[in-house]
């Protein structure tokens, strides 16, 4: 036993040597696939900026050419309506009315994830269509608990101009119909970006 022992630790010992010297080789190689980057050659030399963005989102049901459809029944067994979900392309406009100038899109979705009371989560891009904000996009995925009068969803993220964009959304209902379920709402979205 006791010429065993040393035996057995040094073998224990060399067996972990051998895996540690594995995985580092292994660190060598994953890191080759990356590498720094001046941020000045992506055109982020300039001091990040916050800007307030104010549209209306209409979220459309009833007529010809609904915008959001339900497309997941909710499950039956729910009295909130859990389980619903709705893919939405809804219009992002200037003013509160549907014929006021066109900003951009919401296209997403946002499903009923709450057993309690109705709280949507909304996972959803914001697609822009006017001047220089033509094609960016910001993504937002966050909790919305409807019947509040002022909801907080996340910006996580964006693209085109709104590369590295972070913030958050304020959603207020500006009008909703019961009958059919249309919604205009009004969004202010605080957004940090370059
Ligand atoms: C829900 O629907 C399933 C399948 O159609 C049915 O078996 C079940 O009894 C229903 N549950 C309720 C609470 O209605
Ligand atoms: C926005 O971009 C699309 C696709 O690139 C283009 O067809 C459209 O004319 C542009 N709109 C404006 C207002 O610049």
Same mark, same amino acid.
């Given at each position: 036993m006791a010429r065993i022992l040393p035996i057995l630790i040094l073998s224990i010992l060399s067996y972990s040597l051998a895996i540690t010297l594995a995985s580092a080789t292994d660190g060598v190689d994953d890191d080759s696939f990356v590498r720094a980057v001046d941020r000045k050659l992506l055109g982020l030399k300039k001091k990040e900026k916050l800007s307030h963005f104010r549209f209306y989102w209409h979220d459309i049901? !009833?007529?010809?050419? +609904?915008?959001?459809? +339900?497309?997941i029944p909710a499950s039956n067994a729910s009295k909130t309506g859990f389980g619903g979900v709705s893919m939405i392309d809804d219009p992002l406009t200037?003013? +509160?009315?549907?014929? !006021?100038?066109l900003l951009g899109r919401a296209q997403g979705f946002y499903a009923q994830a709450s057993l309690q009371e109705v709280g949507l989560l909304m996972a959803m891009n914001f697609v822009f269509v006017t001047g220089k904000y033509n094609g960016s996009t910001i993504s937002i995925l966050g909790r919305n608990p409807v019947f509040n009068k002022v909801r907080e969803l996340p910006v996580i993220g964006g693209s085109g101009l709104f590369r590295f964009a972070r913030g958050y959304a304020q959603a207020s209902t500006h009008k909703f119909t019961p009958g059919t379920g249309d919604a205009t709402v009004e969004y202010n979205v605080y957004l940090l970006h370059y």
């Open positions: 049901y !009833s007529g010809r050419n +609904p915008t959001a459809m +339900p497309i200037q003013g +509160p009315e549907l014929t !006021s100038k």
